[in-house]
């Protein structure tokens, strides 16, 4: 990134759904369920005729309706899941225009596989049952494939007799050459519903003609079986001509086959199912190495989309590789290794989430010397990896590793975390109850006796949990210690070494309030920023229609703006080294690719006003140190399993700013103000984020009205807490 003779610094308060003073006298209990309301809404608007035909509005070359269908299944096949729903919305648009049954059907089994590959279960299922009941003209390109997404539901969700059900529905319509993929998956769900004797015989009665298109996934769907019948060395056999088949390809005997990604990625499976035979046949040193053989393959392997995986009906789970190599790890007493493990699985998950949309630039990996070398003596990380029957947790500190093995499922452990959140949202008296379970489940066992700054790194349902809650009885974490969150401990390392001070004045650059049709007005936003300007010697505010998508990239240097400028804010000001940026806007949190999710600027009929996550990655913020989105659930995306949150917060590090301010639900305008006010104050006087926001934290706690967490503690510092902005002027 290129260097800069001003330090900019981009503080970005967008209030998402900032709660005014209508809401905050509404009924707590709705809190949960308008939020949830909101996401869903958001993904009923795409199933509308009328955000068909607004996306049609907005082509400049459009197709017919059918032409929109074999773009979104083009899009599906490779990944672009919310551009393929985009396009089938348009197609179903059309179809209703036009009272076009066969149409809207297609674009109904269009959504219907998009939400498949998507994961997002229940729409795929809901768009498959709408396309089954529509007449079509022909069924094997309608009601075949939709029949398919319903087996693929319900093999997803354990249950294989419902999944083979569907299949002999999908084999009664499907055409010859979309036979085989169903006989495949068909296949596969009688091997999970332990019927693996007919799974052979399903497999075997796929002539050679019609194996040659499922290529390794029949291969693979072979050795399944054969280990599900028993026929260990059968199985591993056939995982081992995979193996060398990929070998030979890239030697360049076989590389008709696939290209060189592709053959590793069959191998990485041929060496997982390797894996669990050696299990089976309880040699578990044996089977870590062939584990540690597939993970060596999928660090360097290139993050693709692969439709046949669900075409084909094997459903490969990557994490579920590193969580197995984790549990053997752990179980051989090798906490560093395991710590290692778990690293890598969330660098992996990432890549795999924004593939093609971006690169991200903090996916590297830190030693665990290097990490320690990086602590002060009062300092820990506290890192968790949650698996299905237990979590675990390492507690790292500058001259030592202790890891634990906590008996707390997958299930218990979200169950508890969503209790307290509901709890906290509702401001319930049962709150402190919550918390103190909690406390006792992930903290109770470990001694974090002499730290006073501690390092989250959440995993799973822990990233919506608000650690500074956690009450040991005698009082709240925060009231013990400052926090801040990693995503990764190799995220957190090298944000560490991006640290920058800044020498001269902070210029505030504010947004608030933006004008868009897409959300309900944000007063409190407004007033908020309005109260924010004067702590802050220079500085301007964009309320209302100022305060739109153009603006801000044009201060951002960003592609996209109309006029945009290369020169900076804080350049422009004479004596001032960094522009403080503060954005109070609703958002959309896009679930089906967290890299569409978006903040809703000022719109106009030129600009929707919508600024992306695969945008924000595309800035260079190298010069901006600090973003907050002081917002109702800024700090929600999408939950990668193995990673963490996948939505703006990373997008925002990964284009180079080093630390995040965000939240964990909607905020009250009062309580965030004065929050905001102090955190601001602290911040420009010397302390750095994780003590500033701790500070303001503790001020709001002990404020008349304001001492439930639902006031005080939504916001978390979301990568380097020592980040130090110097003192104004």
């Not at 290529?215 to 199985?235: C, F, I, K, N, W």
């Not at 320690?372 to 698996?387: I, K, M, S, T």
């Not at 939240?663 to 994780?690: E, I």
Request: with cysteine; aromatic share 6%; proline share 5%.
């Amino acid at each position: 990134m290129p260097s800069a003779p001003y330090l900019r610094l981009l503080l970005v308060a967008a209030c998402l759904c900032a709660a005014p003073g209508w809401l905050r006298a509404a009924d707590d209990d709705n809190l949960a369920a308008q939020a949830q309301a909101r996401r869903q809404d958001a993904e009923s608007l795409l199933q509308l005729s009328a955000e068909g035909r607004a996306l049609y509005a907005r082509d400049t070359i459009r197709l017919d309706g059918y032409g929109y269908c074999g773009q979104a299944l083009a899009l599906a096949d490779r990944g672009e899941l919310r551009q393929s729903i985009r396009a089938a919305s348009k197609a179903l648009y059309l179809g209703q225009e036009g009272s076009d049954d066969d149409l809207q059907a297609h674009a109904q089994r269009d959504l219907a596989i998009a939400y498949g590959y998507a994961g997002v279960l229940d729409l795929a299922e809901r768009h498959a049952r709408e396309a089954l009941a529509l007449p079509v003209r022909d069924a094997s390109q309608v009601h075949a494939p939709a029949h398919k997404v319903l087996g693929d539901v319900a093999a997803r969700r354990g249950r294989p007799d419902e999944a083979q059900a569907a299949y002999r529905h999908a084999l009664d319509l499907a055409s010859p050459r979309y036979r085989p993929f169903v006989q495949l998956s068909m296949a596969n769900a009688q091997t999970a519903g332990g019927q693996a004797d007919a799974a052979l015989q399903t497999l075997q009665a796929l002539p050679p003609a019609a194996r040659a298109p499922l290529g390794p996934y029949y291969e693979r769907s072979l050795a399944q079986a054969l280990l599900a019948t028993g026929q260990v060395d059968a199985a591993l056999q056939q995982w081992r001509q995979v193996i060398d088949a990929g070998g030979a390809g890239r030697s360049g005997d076989r590389a008709d086959r696939a290209d060189l990604a592709d053959l590793d990625y069959h191998r990485l499976w041929a060496w997982e199912g390797s894996a669990r035979a050696e299990l089976t046949r309880g040699r578990p040193a044996e089977a870590l190495a062939a584990y540690q053989q597939a993970l060596r393959l999928a660090d360097p392997l290139r993050a693709r989309f692969r439709s046949e995986e669900f075409k084909s009906g094997l459903f490969s789970d990557l994490q579920g590789v590193f969580d197995a190599a984790l549990n053997l790890a752990v179980q051989q007493g090798d906490w560093a290794g395991a710590w290692r493990i778990s690293e890598a699985s969330r660098a992996r998950a990432l890549l795999d989430a924004v593939r093609q949309h971006a690169d991200d630039r903090l996916a590297r990996p830190v030693s665990l010397d290097d990490l320690q070398g990086r602590l002060a003596p009062d300092e820990a990380v506290l890192e968790f990896h949650v698996l299905p029957q237990q979590t675990l947790v390492w507690l790292i500190r500058r001259d030592g590793l202790v890891g634990l093995a906590l008996p707390l499922p997958q299930a218990a452990l979200q169950d508890g975390v969503e209790k307290l959140r509901a709890s906290i949202i509702a401001r319930r008296p049962d709150t402190l109850a919550l918390a103190q379970a909690l406390h006792r489940q992930l903290l109770g066992p470990l001694d974090l006796s002499g730290v006073t700054r501690l390092q989250v790194v959440p995993h799973g349902a822990l990233h919506y949990l608000p650690f500074q809650v956690l009450h040991d009885g005698r009082g709240y974490l925060v009231e013990r210690l400052a926090l801040a969150s990693w995503p990764s401990a190799a995220l957190g390392a090298q944000l560490g070494a991006r640290r920058a001070g800044v020498a001269g004045g902070l210029a505030l650059q504010a947004f608030g309030n933006p004008s868009t049709d897409r959300n309900v007005p944000l007063p409190g936003a407004e007033r908020e920023v309005q109260e924010i300007r004067p702590l802050f010697a220079q500085g301007r505010t964009f309320l209302q229609q100022q305060a739109s998508r153009a603006q801000l990239l044009a201060l951002l240097g960003g592609p996209g703006a109309a006029g945009a400028t290369a020169t900076t804010a804080a350049a422009a000001t004479p004596g001032v080294s960094a522009s403080v940026l503060h954005v109070a806007a609703h958002a959309e949190v896009d679930e089906v690719d967290p890299m569409y999710s978006r903040i809703l600027l000022a719109s106009s009929p030129l600009d929707d006003g919508l600024l992306e996550a695969r945008e924000i990655y595309r800035l260079d913020l190298s010069r901006t140190p600090l973003v907050t989105l002081s917002a109702c659930e800024s700090a929600l995306g999408r939950i990668a399993r193995g990673d963490e949150i996948l939505g703006f917060t990373r997008s925002f590090l990964s284009a180079g700013a080093s630390t995040v301010i965000a939240s964990l639900w909607p905020v009250a305008d009062d309580a965030t103000r004065q929050l905001m006010t102090r955190f601001y104050r602290d911040a420009t006087q010397g302390s750095d984020a994780m003590q500033a926001l701790r500070n303001a934290q503790l001020e709001v706690m002990r404020s008349r009205g304001l001492a439930h967490p639902f006031f005080w503690a939504p916001f978390n510092v979301i990568g380097d807490g020592a980040l130090r902005l110097g003192a104004a002027p």
